[in-house]
């Protein structure tokens, strides 16, 4: 179990709805594999927020995967080869944070928060910005998230938040109109 560097929170809050959220996850058809819908999507996401990364992040019990992913031209090598596997770990990353909580966060630089700085994601690949929003489903799941990061320092401000919290409320909107027809497509 890892803890921030003071010690004195868990990096990776504890989450009761994963089982619903599995089972939820697995009738939508979604969260096992790469969707070239939802990396329309990231893309889309990164281009309005002007991020170089932006993911449709679902959380696992013991895993995060990226259903959706967008890599832009100025992403470090590093970055982009540790995300080509698509998945990582729970400790990994600020999503399960928004899933647990069900609100947006905003961390303009993480390295303010003694909570978050700590997450290996700040050393190993470099995240210093972060900004996503959950995707809380009609039955009150919440599946995953929308997100960007920078690798540098990035004041989202309000205009921010709300930008990435309509963005959640689109593709949930987009998940439930294509719902019992979703389906993974490979080839992302």
Not at 83 to 104: D, I, M, N, Q, S
Request: glycine fraction near 10%; proline fraction near 6%.
């Amino acid at each position: 179990m890892l803890y921030d560097v003071s010690g004195h929170h868990r990096l990776t809050p504890v989450d009761t709805e994963v089982p619903d959220r599995l089972r939820r996850l697995r009738e939508l058809g979604l969260g096992s594999g790469p969707d070239q819908r939802l990396d329309e999507f990231a893309r889309r996401t990164g281009e309005i927020t002007k991020a170089p990364l932006a993911m449709v992040n679902f959380i696992h019990e013991d895993r995060q995967y990226l259903g959706g992913l967008y890599t832009g031209a100025t992403v470090p090598a590093a970055l982009r080869l540790g995300l080509a596997g698509r998945t990582f770990t729970r400790e990994h990353g600020y999503c399960p944070h928004v899933v647990v909580r069900r609100k947006a966060l905003v961390l303009d630089d993480v390295c303010d928060y003694p909570r978050f700085a700590g997450n290996p994601v700040v050393d190993e690949i470099g995240i210093r910005s972060y900004l996503g929003a959950p995707l809380i489903d009609r039955t009150g799941v919440a599946l995953g998230t929308v997100c960007v990061v920078d690798v540098e320092p990035r004041p989202w401000g309000r205009p921010g938040l709300d930008t990435i919290k309509t963005l959640a409320a689109e593709l949930i909107a987009q998940i439930h109109a294509r719902e019992g027809s979703w389906s993974v497509t490979e080839g992302s």
